[in-house]
């Protein structure tokens, strides 16, 4: 079973609108979390690395106050899209990288995504 | 500097005919993972394969096998009969034992198989 939980998996809302995406670890914490962002046809771009208790990482070009993401606890972490506009349509991937039963096989954990369309 | 290459952007094949996804990776590090992942039209990362730097032996799981080399730093997959299921993006990465790491993934190669 999943051992990455992301929520919601599909969001469609009006533009201007903020929108929260949420990663949960469900057997194992994570001390680190990655935020990944997936244009049609293309690979996995990394926006951020986030570690539990501390502020994000973010890569060059991403916006911290466009996407903020928070780290809060070793089983959540949350990526918000603020006053979102239809380019910041995408595909958004979390992954968890942690200790646990699962971590033996995978470093890191893949949520399913959530397609973000902004009209 | 570390980088992922998936030269084939696009792969089309008939259904039962063997197809082999290309994977180059570069890295200085002289411990890492490489991975495969396949991802469907949905859109979720379904893991393939891991594989760490220290080892070397192929591996084949049902129809899919791998073909690892240090050597030319090549981590090449082989899907054999391919199915119309087996159509999907298919991604090649690299990881290091740190958590704490990233992965690289490569662009990506598209497979389509044709019925």
């Known amino acids: 079973g999943a051992v990455v939980s992301q929520h919601p998996s599909r969001v469609i809302c009006k533009s201007g609108t903020s929108v929260k995406i949420e990663c949960r670890s469900l057997d194992f914490q994570a001390t680190t979390m990655f935020w990944y962002r997936q244009f049609p046809k293309k690979s996995l771009m990394l926006m951020a690395t986030s570690n539990e208790g501390s502020k994000a990482t973010y890569e060059q070009g991403v916006e911290k106050d466009k996407f903020l993401i928070n780290h809060a606890s070793l089983t959540l972490s949350t990526l918000t899209v603020t006053s979102a506009h239809p380019e910041d349509s995408s595909f958004y991937i979390c992954s968890a990288g942690g200790q646990g039963a699962s971590y033996s096989n995978q470093p890191q954990h893949f949520g399913d995504g959530t397609r973000l369309s902004i009209l | 500097a570390q980088k992922v290459t998936q030269a084939q952007t696009e792969i089309s094949v008939v259904e039962k005919e063997d197809v082999t996804l290309d994977c180059v990776y570069e890295t200085r590090d002289t411990t890492y993972y490489l991975f495969w992942y396949k991802q469907p039209p949905s859109g979720e990362l379904v893991f393939l394969i891991r594989?760490?730097?220290?080892?070397?032996q192929n591996e084949i799981s049902g129809r899919y096998s791998w073909n690892f080399q240090k050597s030319t730093s090549s981590f090449n997959f082989t899907i054999t009969a391919s199915q119309v299921v087996d159509s999907a993006v298919y991604f090649c990465?690299?990881?290091?034992?740190?958590?704490?790491?990233?992965?690289?993934f490569g662009t990506g190669t598209s497979l389509t198989v044709i019925p």
């Open positions: 594989r760490n730097s220290f080892d070397e």
């Open positions: 990465a690299l990881g290091f034992l740190d958590t704490g790491n990233q992965f690289y």
